[in-house]
């Protein structure tokens, strides 16, 4: 079946670091990636919706400048994060939907926990 | 007014009970329709996507009704390995390129 693959699993830098974070579809093209975080207790909020070959689409209250999306391919998409901060610890995952007709869902990756000391 | 509404609970079961959760969405024009399942600290898994007609998928049924912009769950036959968050997830089009609007969950805890 359909595997998106998300890379690293756990990350713990200190304030400042950037950090990249990987989005791969395994077995499928994906022309269009989302980027979603997950703070404790919460929902998965759609951060930013990730476009091969053109720019990123960014939800309202999300810094393009912070969180820096490259598509560069049909089956990767990275998401770095700029100078993290402790608040911009959380758990971000990537997802894709198949493009094919019907209800096609989205496939996950595994996320990505990101502590910032 | 949130794009999809869900009793967070918890909800406290004995094994073997039946469990229903709701959930309600403002968009009308909304195209898609799942139920996805979320350990804790895990990516959320797809259970079982909702159409129309109702569907059922072994001991789990999901019901949509448009008219309502209202779907459920119904778990029968409740196990321990079903404690998680249930997540309602709607998309505003079946196109690829839409993301998912997910409700905060509804959490479950199934006891022996």
């Known amino acids: ?117 | 007014r949130k794009e999809v509404e869900q009793d967070p609970g918890p909800f406290n079961v004995p094994e073997g009970a039946t469990v229903a959760f709701n959930c309600t969405y403002s968009n009308s024009a909304s195209q898609s329709f799942f139920w996805y399942r979320q350990d804790c600290r895990k990516e959320p898994k797809l259970l079982m996507s909702v159409y129309s007609s109702g569907n059922e998928d072994g001991r789990f049924t999901a019901q949509l009704n448009r008219a309502s912009q209202y779907i459920s769950l119904l778990i029968r036959d409740s196990k321990l390995s079903d404690s998680a968050t249930y997540l309602c997830v709607v998309s505003p089009n079946s196109n690829s390129g839409y993301a998912l609007n997910f409700g905060k969950g509804t959490s479950l805890l199934v006891t022996p």
């Open chain 1, 1 to 117: 079946g359909a595997v998106v693959s998300q890379h690293p699993s756990w990350v713990i830098c200190k304030s400042g670091t950037s950090v990249k974070i990987e989005c791969r579809s395994l077995d499928f093209q994906a022309t269009t990636m989302f980027w979603y975080r997950q703070f404790p207790k919460q929902s998965l909020m759609l951060m930013a919706t990730s476009n091969e070959g053109s720019k990123a689409t960014y939800e309202q209250g999300v810094e393009k400048d912070k969180f820096l999306i490259n598509h560069a391919s049909l089956t990767l998409s990275t998401l770095t994060v700029t100078s993290a901060h402790p608040e911009d610890s959380s758990f971000y995952i990537c997802s894709a939907r198949i493009a094919r007709g019907g209800n096609q869902p989205q496939h996950f990756g595994d996320g990505t926990r990101l502590s910032i000391l």
